[in-house]
């Protein structure tokens, strides 16, 4: 006879705990599928991420994982409850037997649950060690109501997913917590952090909108690829334009006002003054402290001698992102999955090349950068292989 597994769950964000516990409930309960089944009204709170990207973030975990499936049966917009869901999986498998995974830190509370009694009788009840909580007494207390229920021997599951939220707020990527596809999806998204999209989209033209969008995502994507800190390049991602769409005269005026610069060449120009400015705005008005994202902010145009991995990050994907279409943008798309600083320069000297084909001047601080990565190029091979900006 089929046996399924019952994994249900706000998974806000969903982590390596919970696929370490269906797996180890698969293999131990000897079940043939596990379904994670996510609500979509939780009774006891409301989500910060959306049911599309809930699921999503739970496809992109189990994904090639033998026996691991998602269900979106409870992703409506009304409250569901256990036996609703067991109700409607016996219904769709009527010969199969259904076994209800939850963590320990849950076993008190379900003799209260709606139709407890009833839901005994429909499923048994596979339970995963929690930190901080008596498993085998809460087994007994629950098998007292008449519950059928297996302590699964399994590793302590220590981390929740509102520590990881936690940690996402501090634009941590939740090394060996969330897999890194999942870190991915959430900087691409904005997920778990202040609603940044919704302000930029305020400040900036609709195509400066969609371009620092396009950023974002290819920020995301670079920073996935060479192993640097993928919150942090959403967020600089975002934000880097966020002073594009300003007048000159009100760039200056910030510029003169927080002593930014008092380079001429820089304040007659709005595309040197815009990264400079928009760094003081993403700390004033967008409370960024982050010194790495705050430069990759402020030289994502210039660029400047000594940039960090996130600068590169950012510098490059605003370079190539998808609404982009100039000579040369495929090699410096290759170029990028191979050496962010290749890619830099490569792009940093055919914007050299237009300027003075213009009979416009060049930002010092590009020539400095041009430099300094043609050295590093040279001398340091490996430069990124152990990155300094950590994650």
Request: proline share 5%; hydrophobic share 45%.
């Amino acid at each position: 006879m089929r046996r399924i597994g019952i994994f249900s769950g706000t998974f806000d964000p969903v982590h390596r705990g919970h696929l370490r516990a269906a797996q180890a409930c698969l293999a131990s309960m000897h079940l043939d599928e596990v379904f994670f089944v996510p609500f979509g009204k939780p009774l006891a709170r409301q989500t910060e991420a959306s049911t599309q990207h809930r699921a999503q973030m739970i496809a992109l975990s189990i994904a090639g994982i033998p026996g691991l499936s998602l269900s979106k049966m409870d992703l409506v917009d009304q409250p569901r409850y256990a036996i609703d869901t067991v109700r409607d999986f016996k219904k769709r498998y009527p010969d199969a037997e259904l076994v209800y995974i939850v963590g320990a830190d849950k076993l008190s509370d379900i003799p209260a649950w709606k139709d407890a009694i009833t839901l005994f009788t429909l499923c048994e009840f596979a339970v995963f060690p929690r930190a901080g909580y008596d498993a085998a007494a809460l087994c007994d207390f629950l098998r007292a109501y008449g519950a059928r229920v297996t302590l699964i021997p399994s590793e302590l599951i220590t981390m929740s997913s509102g520590q990881i939220r936690a940690l996402l707020r501090l634009l941590s990527d939740a090394p060996g917590k969330l897999l890194p596809t999942v870190a991915a999806y959430i900087a691409s998204n904005g997920l778990y952090q202040p609603d940044y999209e919704r302000m930029v989209r305020q400040a900036v033209s609709q195509s400066r909108f969609a371009h620092s969008q396009g950023v974002r995502q290819t920020a995301v994507n670079l920073a996935y690829l060479h192993g640097l800190p993928m919150q942090k390049a959403g967020v600089a991602g975002i934000l880097h334009d966020c002073a594009k769409n300003m007048e000159l005269s009100r760039l200056q005026a910030i510029a003169r006002q927080a002593r930014i610069t008092r380079d001429p060449l820089t304040l007659k120009s709005n595309a040197l003054l815009h990264g400079p400015v928009g760094a003081q705005i993403a700390r004033m008005r967008y409370h960024i402290s982050d010194a790495h994202i705050l430069n990759a902010i402020r030289y994502h145009t210039t660029g400047r001698a000594g940039m960090d991995g996130l600068e590169l990050v950012v510098f490059v994907a605003d370079a190539i992102e998808p609404n982009r279409k100039y000579p040369g943008l495929e090699l410096i798309s290759e170029q990028a999955e191979q050496d962010l600083r290749l890619a830099a320069l490569t792009s940093l000297s055919g914007t050299q090349q237009f300027v003075k084909t213009k009979g416009l001047v060049n930002s010092p601080l590009s020539a400095h950068a041009i430099a300094d990565l043609r050295h590093r190029l040279q001398t340091r091979p490996d430069e990124f292989a152990h990155d300094t900006v950590s994650k």
